[in-house]
């Protein structure tokens, strides 16, 4: 993976050095802040942005492996929060899809919805689909999923809508106490995604 070859005059030489030294050094450009700034403003704009939250998902030690997640881990994960509340413009977080293979639950899935709320249109959306059907007691991936189907790639809409259902049916089947109520805005999306035979029957009338 290379980085984009047209950064912005306020990132000189970005380009070179960006998949190296941000996982390691967050501030490598300056303030986190100010460097999505920079790839937001009119020299930017969305592709150099969700570009580089590609590159820093890339450099992240995959889930599954024995690799340890290491100073590497946390860096990202500011960054990506840094990205979260830098107002960025619409598509600029599409590549957060990529860290669906990186990151620990608890840390991956508030971000994974944040992003997919800004931009709905996530890269590997499917996979990102998967990692969230696993996880039917949290409110976050309910929501994730909802946001998932608004806007999928034709090449993921069948996989997201399927990983979607199997999380609706396993939070469906949790007590009723422990059902998050998040569980019916990922029905109604499930519907106006195409899942039909998924809306309400309504009640007779007499």
């Known amino acids: 993976m290379t980085a984009p070859s047209s950064w912005p005059p306020c990132l000189p030489g970005a380009g070179e050095h960006l998949a190296h030294a941000l996982p390691t050094d967050g501030h490598f450009l300056g303030e986190p802040a100010a460097v ?3 790839l937001a403003d009119d020299h930017g704009g969305a592709q150099p942005a969700s570009r580089l939250m590609e590159l820093l998902a890339r450099r992240l030690p995959r889930r599954g492996t024995t690799r340890p997640l290491g100073a590497a881990t ?10 979260l509340d830098a107002n960025l413009p619409p598509g600029a977080l599409a590549d957060a899809g ?44 309910l929501l994730l999923a ?17 990983h979607a259902r199997t999380l609706l049916q396993a939070a469906e089947a949790l007590p009723a106490p422990d059902r998050p109520a ?21 009640a007779p009338t007499d």
Request: aromatic share 4%; with cysteine.
């Open 74 to 83: 946390g860096t990202a994960t500011a960054l990506w929060r840094a990205a």
């Open 36 to 38: 999505w700034a920079c």
């Open 182 to 202: 998040e569980a019916e805005q990922l029905r109604r999306a499930l519907v106006e995604a195409g899942e039909v035979d998924l809306a309400p029957t309504p």
């Open 98 to 141: 990529h860290f669906a293979a990186a990151l620990p639950d608890a840390v991956w899935l508030p971000l994974a919805r944040r992003s997919a709320a800004h931009t709905p249109a996530q890269a590997r959306a499917d996979k990102v689909a998967e990692r969230a059907a696993a996880h039917p007691r949290e409110p976050d991936a």
């Open 146 to 162: 909802a946001h998932l189907l608004t806007r999928p790639a034709p090449e993921d809409a069948a996989d997201v809508r399927r």
